[in-house]
């Protein structure tokens, strides 16, 4: 951990570290093995706070800067992606009530995450992934109340979350001005979720389709205004995208820390592997590339804190910082020789994790598309 904290953050991030190496760590090797949800696992975290730490304190939460929570992600991303998935989705479903929901909804959010609720973001559908704006859920005014109908794909924290922010079309032929954004909570009727995805990776996440079936919601539910829907989403990804960066980013870490370790040990031609030179600038380059990506995800975070631009610094977060987790993942592997490729030791679960965050919150090609389109312009 290399960024500049905050003293209570310091403390946190001790308490982060004791529950990630005495619980996560052990636990989450088996439910990567078998797929199960650890629910106790997160209610744990819940009780500590963990899911609350996003909350602004003027709604009851810590009140913590954006790099102080990264340095708590990171760790937890460190000891398992799929555990800081969930975390970090829980920020993401929170984050669109937080830049145009009511005081209102933003204390409802607030409290039922400090009980140790989860929340989760409902945007991607079967037939709109990076074209988000085609979504075909709908969203039908009736009286006092919107009928959501429709299906959401690939979310995380779907089944478990206690509230959702879903867009729906509320005027279908009107393109992307005519999404709203909705906040409804789990036992809403006529809310439902499919079957928990079987993952490649960050597996101790839930992942599902959510299905809205008649489902009535108050118009007090509408997060902003009716039609501003799909502007609320982008600027919640505009924000997520640094995020998926410093989850990267604890994955890099800890396969540098495997490899450095596991280097240390290994003898051939009679001393430790880590005294060849080609092995050793394996761990220097790896080392460069994590403290580049750790740093441009601060500055991205930075920005947002200051009120500054950041949607171009977001993006740039995201890609580096899932590109490197990939490539350190597989020079760790590389390092352990034939044992990498063994699911007794840590290291092939950190390729399988990386791999996603290449493609959530917007694929890196999309994410290129972004940033190109800030450095040039649109032509």
């Known amino acids: 951990m290399a960024y500049i904290i905050s003293d209570e953050a310091k403390d946190l991030l001790k308490d982060v570290k004791n529950f990630c190496d005495n619980e996560v760590l052990e636990q989450c090797k088996e439910f990567d093995r078998t797929g199960e949800y650890p629910a106790d696992l997160f209610a744990q975290a819940g009780e500590l706070g963990f899911t609350s730490l996003e909350i602004p304190e003027e709604f009851g939460g810590p009140g913590l800067s954006r790099v102080d929570t990264a340095a708590l992600l990171e760790e937890m991303a460190r000891a398992d992606a799929g555990f800081a998935t969930v975390i970090s989705a829980t920020g993401l479903g929170l ?184 092995l050793r600038f394996k761990v220097a380059d790896m080392q460069i590339k994590i403290e580049t990506a750790r740093q441009m995800c601060a500055y991205a975070l930075n920005l947002m804190d200051a009120g500054e631009p950041f949607a171009k610094e977001s993006a740039i977060a995201k890609v580096y910082g899932s590109d490197i987790a990939n490539e350190c993942a597989a020079e760790a592997v590389q390092m352990f020789g034939g044992y990498g490729y063994i699911r007794d030791y840590p290291v092939e679960k950190l390729i399988r994790d990386a791999k996603i965050f290449q493609i959530f919150e917007g694929t890196n090609e999309i994410q290129r598309v972004v940033i190109a389109n800030h450095v040039i312009g649109r032509i």
């Not at 989860?118 to 919107?146: H, I, M, N």
């Not at 499919?194 to 509408?222: L, Q, Y």
């Open 95 to 278: 984050k669109p009530v937080l830049i145009a929901g009511s005081d209102e909804q933003k204390q409802r959010a607030a409290d039922l995450l400090m009980e140790g609720g989860l929340a989760a973001f409902c945007l991607t559908e079967p037939g709109a992934g990076s074209d988000a704006g085609s979504g075909k859920t709908s969203a039908v005014r009736d009286g006092d109340e919107y009928v959501i109908n429709g299906r959401k794909c690939f979310i995380t924290n779907g089944g478990h979350a206690q509230f959702y922010c879903v867009t729906a079309m509320t005027a279908k032929d009107a393109g992307v001005k005519g999404m709203s954004m909705f906040f409804v909570e789990k036992d809403t009727p006529g809310l439902s979720f499919g079957e928990h995805e079987d993952k490649m990776g960050i597996r101790t996440s839930s992942t599902c389709d959510v299905v809205f079936e008649d489902c009535r919601v108050p118009a007090s539910a509408m997060i902003g205004e009716e039609g501003t829907g799909f502007e609320t989403a982008m600027k919640t990804l505009d924000q997520a995208r640094a995020w998926v960066g410093v989850l990267a980013v604890g994955i890099a870490q800890r396969a540098m820390d495997e490899a450095v370790a596991y280097g240390k040990e290994r003898v051939q031609f009679g001393a430790s592997i880590l005294k060849q030179q080609a």
